[in-house]
């Protein structure tokens, strides 16, 4: 069964939007927290934004607040990342996670076990 996959990355000019999707299907479903996470060419991969715990307590790396939004609809097991005024350093390829365990850090790649394979966004004039 597919567990989590993401969609709708592209191309987009600075100052442009896009909404990312992430699709969770079987146990993937069942989660304490979700997050949205990117890694471009060279660096290590970085939290964007998570969600933890039944009461949605959401994190947001500095770089991207005030410009993403990530957002759930339980009836249809999808997690979204709105993104706007998009910047060409937010340009990496962006994967969805799950974790089954409230310990650790709010948004940090070692914490999530269950992920997406990734959708691209480049943004570039």
């Known amino acids: 069964q597919v567990q989590l996959v993401e969609s709708g990355g592209g191309l987009v000019q600075p100052g442009g939007s896009l909404r990312l999707s992430c699709a969770l299907s079987?146990?993937?479903?069942?989660?304490?927290?979700i997050g949205w996470f990117r890694q471009a060419p060279g660096k290590e991969r970085e939290g964007v934004s998570c969600?933890?715990?039944?009461?949605?307590?959401?994190y947001y790396t500095d770089s991207v607040k005030g410009r993403f939004t990530i957002s759930r609809d339980n009836a249809k097991n999808t997690v979204y990342l709105q993104m706007n005024s998009l910047k060409p350093e937010d340009t990496a390829v962006y994967c969805c996670?799950?974790?089954?365990?409230?310990?650790?850090?709010?948004?940090?790649?070692?914490?999530?076990?269950?992920w997406g394979q990734g959708t691209q966004v480049t943004v570039s004039s």
């Open positions: 079987g146990f993937a479903s069942d989660y304490y927290g």
């Open positions: 969600i933890n715990g039944p009461a949605d307590s959401a």
């Open positions: 996670a799950t974790r089954q365990l409230p310990y650790g850090s709010r948004c940090h790649r070692s914490d999530f076990r269950f």
